[in-house]
Nanobody, 129 residues
Framework: QVQLVESGGGTVQAGGSLRLSCAAS????????MGWFRQAPGKEGEFVAA???????AVADSCKGRFTISRDNAKNTVYLQMNSLKHEDTAVYYC???????????????????????WGKGTLVTVSS
C-alpha cells in the first residue's frame, strides 16, 4: 500500500502561483510514476501532469507552459508548480501513483484517476477572477 498526502492548495487570484506537494509513504519506490489529476465541480476528472521515476514528464495541453511537475525521490515527494493560474484551474487536485510503464498524457487521461494504482484525498485550489 502507498499513502499519498497532498498539501499546498488554497485560494489565489488569477495570474498568481501555487505549489502543490504530495508526500508518499508506505511501499514506495523511486521507480513509481507519480502525478496529478484534478476535478472541478460538475466536470469530469482531468489529467494534469505526470513524471516517471527517471524524470520523463507529461503535462496536459491545457496546462503546458504554466504548470511544471518535478519530484524529489529522496523525499518520496512530487511537486506541481502552477503559474499564471486561471479561474478554470479551480478544482480539487489529486496526487496519483501509477506503476508499470509510461503512458503519456493521452494514456493517463484515458485511464482516468480511478485507473491509477493509488490516489490521495485531494487538495482544493481556488482561483478567483
Amino acid at each position: 500500500q502507498v499513502q499519498l498526502v497532498e498539501s499546498g492548495g488554497g485560494t489565489v487570484q488569477a495570474g498568481g502561483s501555487l505549489r502543490l506537494s504530495c508526500a508518499a509513504s508506505g511501499r514506495t519506490a523511486s521507480s513509481y510514476n507519480m502525478g496529478w489529476f484534478r476535478q472541478a465541480p460538475g466536470k469530469e476528472g482531468e489529467f494534469v501532469a505526470a513524471i516517471s521515476g527517471g524524470g520523463y514528464t507529461a503535462v496536459a495541453d491545457s496546462c503546458k507552459g504554466r504548470f511544471t511537475i518535478s519530484r524529489d525521490n529522496a523525499k518520496n515527494t512530487v511537486y506541481l508548480q502552477m503559474n499564471s493560474l486561471k479561474h478554470e484551474d479551480t478544482a480539487v487536485y489529486y496526487c496519483i501513483v501509477k506503476n508499470g510503464g509510461w503512458y503519456g498524457s493521452k494514456g493517463y487521461q484515458d485511464q482516468g484517476r480511478y485507473g491509477m494504482d493509488y490516489w490521495g484525498k485531494g487538495t482544493l485550489v481556488t482561483v478567483s477572477s
